[in-house]
T-cell receptor
């Protein structure tokens, strides 16, 4: 069964304190791995797509990396506006997206 | 603003009732997806339409149905509502191939409360 887990469930950082979020997956053939950001009361917002192990993508203070079994979202020198829930999703071959439960990130000033 | 419009934003109804949620995709997007998000289940894929035709089905209950109209807007119908159907319902749209690029554009959701 295709499965996505994310850790930690919640993370509290001080402004400027870098850290990483983890997404582990088990899928029958991976078409892609995606990261989304979701603010409270809003729909998820697309961040990155990664297709193969070793691939990296960057956007401002965020960098996503992919291995054969997991992906990391590295947050460098976060700011309070980076506070959100970060969702990881995978696209198994022949199927639609499977989303993970998310990591709730709080960045304190 | 993602360009995807969902109505209503909030809906409160009673068990056994039927509701319709509406979604207008981004201009030019042919694919529409429906997702359910609850606290204990996370974001669950329900169904996808492409240019009026059903393309993929997920964990959608038989009490739920959807369609996409010629003008590309979509409706999700939920009937015989139960307390457990209380959730946020999201609509997303994408260009052709969005399922491969992963770039879905989500609306702000319709929050359904069943009492």
């Amino acid at each position: 069964e295709d499965q996505v887990t994310q850790s930690p469930e919640a993370l509290r950082l001080q402004e400027g304190e870098s850290s990483s979020l983890n997404c582990s997956y088990t899928v029958s053939g991976l078409r892609g791995l995606f990261w989304y950001r979701q603010d409270p009361g809003k729909g998820p917002e697309f961040l990155f797509t990664l297709y193969s192990a070793g691939e990296e993508k960057e956007k401002e203070r965020l960098k996503a990396t992919l291995t054969k079994k997991e992906s990391f979202l590295h947050i460098t020198a976060p700011k309070p506006e980076d506070s959100a829930t970060y969702l990881c999703a995978v696209a198994p071959r022949g199927q639609n997206f499977v989303f993970g439960p998310g990591t709730r990130l709080s960045v304190l000033p | 603003d993602s360009g995807v419009t969902q109505t209503p934003k909030h809906l409160i109804t009673a068990t056994g009732q039927r509701v319709t949620l509406r979604c207008s995709p981004r201009s030019g997007d042919l694919s529409v997806y429906w997702y359910q998000q609850s606290l204990d289940q996370g974001l669950q894929f329900l169904i996808q339409y492409y240019n009026g035709e059903e393309r993929a089905k997920g964990n959608i209950l038989e009490r739920f149905s959807a369609q996409q109209f010629p003008d590309l807007h979509s409706e999700l119908n939920l009937s015989s509502l139960e307390l457990g159907d209380s959730a946020l319902y999201f609509c997303a749209s994408s260009v052709e191939g969005g399922a491969n690029t992963g770039e879905l554009f989500f609306g702000e959701g319709s929050r359904l409360t069943v009492l």
